[in-house]
């Protein structure tokens, strides 16, 4: 499985930002995909994921309300919609796909076995 994401830039606190995850190759034993985040100095956190099956979502309680995650089957991307961006979302963003994720360990990175490059997402404020 290959992950290219894409959609990061500079933008202004308020400002909104949409990132794209593409999946080729063998994508179908993913359980579930996600969006982890890196900020400088700090260790990689979970965002949001999707169920891919079922298209349910799950979100950390610091983007719950600001960020959408979905997925488009027939196109095998996975987004993430980010509204009301903050200087703290600064980061680089990672999409991953696991097929070995559960549901009590979606938020933990250990369990995705793909990830793609990052895409860096700055936010001024």
């Known amino acids: 499985v290959q992950l290219q994401a894409s959609g990061g830039g500079l933008v202004q606190a308020g400002d909104s930002l949409r990132l794209s995850c593409e999946a080729s190759g063998r994508t179908a034993g993913s359980r579930f995909m996600a969006w982890f985040r890196q900020a400088p100095g700090k260790e990689r956190e979970f965002v949001a994921a999707v169920r891919w099956s079922s298209s349910y979502t799950y979100y950390a309680d610091s983007v719950k309300g600001r960020f959408t995650i979905s997925n488009n089957k027939a196109k095998s991307i996975v987004y993430l919609q980010m509204n009301s961006l903050k200087s703290e979302d600064t980061a680089v963003y990672y999409c991953?796909?696991?097929?070995?994720?559960?549901?009590?360990?979606?938020?933990?990175?250990?369990?995705?076995?793909?990830w793609g490059q990052g895409t860096l997402v700055t936010v001024s404020s």
């Open positions: 991953a796909a696991g097929s070995r994720t559960i549901l009590t360990t979606y938020h933990d990175d250990r369990y995705y076995d793909y």
